[in-house]
């Protein structure tokens, strides 16, 4: 397989770029000894979301080619444009016109996809990406951040038997089920499915911009799921002793704060509750009572508890969960 400069050998890790205009995409490619399918994992589409980018690392530093089946393709940053301009590094400087900048700056990658030949910057390293990549390979994984209250989650496009598949076994305790128009348009995991009848699916994980080392190990261990899933690995998976499936397009109910002071959160993202269980309460900074208590309405899961801020301090009207019921 070759992507860009980068042309797979059996029982190595190679590495090279895909050139767009004056942009270089990194791309390592791990090729087993023995054939087998091909799965993509792309991280850093957004220049805060960086945790994708240290588990494709580790996992490319540590995978030994010789225990692989087929081919683990990796891009750990599908934007370094956005890399280097949100973070004010200059790698780019001369490179892009005042006007090509302007143009991408505009442009969310995770909008666009396929991408176009012909469209700015941007559009072009998704069109690059997907002919290049996306075609070649029979899975698509691609790392995203989530707020700090959503803890971590797979997405995967509701109807696809072989994506939802693929985003169970990853392992995550929530699994999202998205489409266009419950969510956006134009999203990686969203238009493989639909334009090339591939299982994809997309990683959500907290925080976005730094790494902590316990959601990093989930990671690491979901890409293994997802390679003992294909066949391309051996062993078992190690699945979560719970996982709730929920709807996108279902109703959810939103819980605010009424009262404002320290939230204490009794439940986890993705925990699968009773009807009258108890979620989370507020209590006031000066005596700690409780000045609001929140409980689940119905029997369902949290897809997030606490509050976006990322602070346990709450305002009144700030969100500090939501409730939904569970699919499965």
Known sequence: MRIGNAASKPGKLVTGSLAVGPIHIPVMITQGVKPGPALYLQGLQHPTEVMGVEVIRTVASELDPRKLRGTLVMVPIANPLAAAW?????????LVSPHQRKQCEKTNMNRVWPGKRSGNLI???AHAIWESACRQVDA???????????HYFAAALD????SIALAKAFGAPLVDLQTERSYAEGLLFLRAPVLLDKPSILIEMSPGRDITYDMLANGVRGVYNMLKHLGMMPGQMM??????????????????????????????VGD????????????SLDRFRVLQTIRAPFAGTCPSIGPGSELRMVKVGEEVCTFKRVVA
């Open 123 to 125: 559009e072009q390293m």
């Open 159 to 162: 109807g696809h038997a072989k």
């Open 239 to 268: 699945r979560p002793e719970k996982q709730a499936i929920v709807r996108r397009s279902d109703p959810v109910r939103i819980f605010r704060a009424k009262k404002e002071g320290y939230l204490t959160t009794y439940r986890q």
């Open 86 to 94: 949100r973070n004010g590094l200059g790698v780019f400087d001369g």
């Open 140 to 150: 698509v994984v691609d790392f995203h951040c989530c707020r700090i209250c959503d």
């Open 272 to 283: 699968v509750v009773a009807k009258g269980d108890l979620l989370c309460e507020i209590r």
